[in-house]
């Protein structure tokens, strides 16, 4: 019995180094393959090692109080499934607001999948905060001008909304497919 609690843990720690360690011998091996790199390679992997230390404590704390603030059921009635409209204009304008980088938007989407948001949902957040920013869309109207601004982000948000659904169509058909398969021992 306790040998099974400890290979869990073990699995999960291997599963989760599993990706660094090929990144790291394709990386190896790149740079010895192409050396004049190695320089370059290794400065902008620091840079980007000293950035991600001073933003992940930050964006954990802020993580643990959103999991503590916010609760299961505010996140199922206005970005669960049977969210609707409301969902996906909230997910959009939640999205929109930010301005930091997208790798801090993933832990916000890992808490509110837990707390039961709709797949659709947080695939529009996501994407939302990929490519709709208002600081962004400020930038956009003073450089390329209003038309260009306004249809770029129509456009943006009605693809935005259709790959949000559509991946969980796509998801939901999966996990059908899935359990069907199980259920018939294939």
Do not use: H
Not at 62 to 84: A, D, I, Q, R
Not at 129 to 135: E, Q, S
């Amino acid at each position: 019995m306790k040998n099974n609690v400890r290979e869990k843990p073990r699995k999960g720690i291997i599963k989760d180094i599993a990706p660094l360690l090929v990144t790291l011998i394709i990386a190896i091996i790149l740079l010895s393959i192409f050396p004049a790199r190695q320089e370059a390679v290794l400065k902008i992997s620091w840079d980007f090692f000293i950035e991600m230390g001073t933003i992940l404590p930050a964006v954990m704390i802020l993580m643990g109080l959103f999991s503590v603030w916010v609760s299961k059921e505010m996140v199922v009635k206005y970005l669960g499934k049977t969210s609707g409209i409301k969902g996906i204009s909230l997910a959009i304008f939640f999205g929109a607001l930010p301005t930091g980088s997208l790798y801090v938007a993933f832990p916000v989407a890992s808490v509110l999948i837990k707390k039961g948001a709709r797949t659709s949902n947080i695939i529009i957040f996501l994407s939302a905060w990929a490519c709709i920013k208002i600081p962004q869309e400020m930038m956009e109207l003073q450089f390329l001008g209003p038309k260009f601004m306004v249809a770029r982000l129509i456009l943006t948000i009605i693809f935005v909304v259709i790959m949000g659904l559509s991946i969980e169509r796509i998801i939901e058909w999966s996990d059908k497919k899935a359990g069907k398969t199980r259920a018939s021992g294939l």
